[in-house]
């Protein structure tokens, strides 16, 4: 039996009920977010360090802070398709040996992408990029962060790349209908 209207009172919505037939309506895959790097940062050689997404692209819950914990707390448990890149260089004409790029959960790694390359590759002082992406379950109190490595010949700093006009340095998520 299809419910056609719902009568005030007549319906406890604290129930459990067992439909049958289609749901219509459009679900969402929220909550979302989109956030890059609009500024260099320079980094240490040879060191994971923690990277600010600093710059909004968008965010429909308010659930990314681009602020103070740079982090993605969606705030409602599901499961989530992460995806971030970071590009960066070695300063100095140095050369990126190994680049590796990483998502943590709560504090703890969750997924990690690792490059290395060959110095004939990548010219000296030229940027590259890696990028890791992951489904991941969330809790309603979860969060989120991405960390970055690059280890150079000559054991200079590196720097993050940006581009305030395109996605290059980025992080971003999405809620999967399930």
């Known amino acids: 039996m299809a419910i056609d209207k719902i009568q005030s009172e007549s319906i406890n919505l604290a129930d459990n009920f067992a ?3 289609t749901v219509t309506g459009t679900p969402a895959n929220t909550p979302a977010f989109l ?3 609009s500024s260099a940062a320079t980094v240490s050689d040879n060191t994971w360090t923690k990277i600010q997404f600093n710059t909004e692209k968008f965010d429909t819950d308010n659930c990314y802070d681009n602020s103070t914990n740079h982090r993605f707390n969606p705030g409602v448990a599901g499961k989530y398709k992460f995806f971030a890149q970071v590009g960066g260089y070695g300063q100095s004409g140095g050369v990126a040996n190994t680049m590796a790029i990483r998502i943590g959960k709560n504090g703890t790694d969750e ?3 690792r490059r290395t390359f060959d110095s004939t590759v990548i ?3 030229g940027t590259t990029a890696i990028t890791v992406e992951a489904i991941l379950d ?3 109190d979860d ?3 991405v960390f970055w490595y690059i280890n150079t010949n000559g054991g200079v700093d590196a720097s993050v790349d940006y581009n305030a006009s395109k996605l290059y340095t980025y992080f971003g998520a999405y809620k999967i209908i399930t």
């Open 19 to 21: 439909f049958t037939g």
């Open 35 to 37: 956030a890059i790097r």
């Open 111 to 113: 997924v990690e992408t």
């Open 123 to 125: 010219a000296e002082g």
């Open 138 to 140: 969330s809790d309603t």
């Open 143 to 145: 969060y989120f962060e």
